[in-house]
């Protein structure tokens, strides 16, 4: 999964190893809240929000491996660390190894420049 967000908006897009289909996800932030909020905050909800939606969807298999690529050094750092003092991007990160342990995912996030 590749994604990014950028001002009011987003976009990502998801491949499957078992299929030859790219799925791509675009669109502008709702609220004002968050297009204003910080862009560390933004780049993680965006990809966040997508594995969710594919969980929900049922796209992803129990145990499955997800690669989440990102340019945002924030928040590859903060997932490791597992914590941040921004209260946005800690809550976005624990949805993340709820989604983790949900899933029984085996998540690797990578910060790409």
């Known amino acids: 999964m590749v994604g990014d967000a950028s001002g009011a908006g987003f976009g990502s897009t998801s491949w499957k190893s078992s ?4 799925r791509v996800t675009v669109g502008r932030w709702n609220d004002a809240t ?7 905050f933004r780049e ?5 929000l997508k594995l969710k939606a594919m ?3 049922g796209e992803l298999a129990k145990g499955s491996e997800v690669f989440i690529f990102t340019d945002n ?3 590859e750092r903060t997932f490791y660390k597992g914590s941040s003092k921004s209260r946005l991007l800690h809550d976005v990160i624990v949805d993340l190894r709820s989604l983790e342990m949900r899933g029984e995912l085996i998540v690797h996030v990578i910060w790409i420049s």
């Open 19 to 22: 299929e030859s289909k790219i």
């Open 34 to 40: 968050t297009s204003n909020s910080s862009s560390n």
């Open 44 to 48: 993680a909800a965006n990809l966040v």
């Open 55 to 57: 969980m929900n969807a």
């Open 73 to 75: 050094f924030v928040f």
